[in-house]
C-alpha cells in the first residue's frame, strides 16, 4: 500500500497490492485524482474495508 502526491497537477493518489496472480503477477489496484491527503486516506481505507468484505 503506497500514498503519494502527484507533483506534476498536485493530486494524490494510493496504489493497494492485492498479491500475485496464478501465472504469479502482481496486482495492484490503483486510484488518483483526490485533492487533499485525507480524501485519499479515506478512500484507501474504505477500499480495503471493501476488498476484506469479499474475501469473507
Not at 507533483?7 to 496504489?15: A, D, L, P, S
Amino acid at each position: 500500500m503506497a500514498i503519494g502526491r502527484n507533483n506534476k497537477n498536485g493530486t494524490w493518489y494510493f496504489v493497494l497490492e492485492l498479491g500475485k496472480d496464478e501465472s504469479g503477477k502482481r496486482k495492484q489496484k490503483r486510484k488518483q485524482g483526490f485533492k487533499t491527503k485525507k480524501e485519499v486516506v479515506t478512500a484507501l481505507l474504505e477500499e480495503k474495508a471493501l476488498l476484506n468484505k469479499e474475501i469473507n
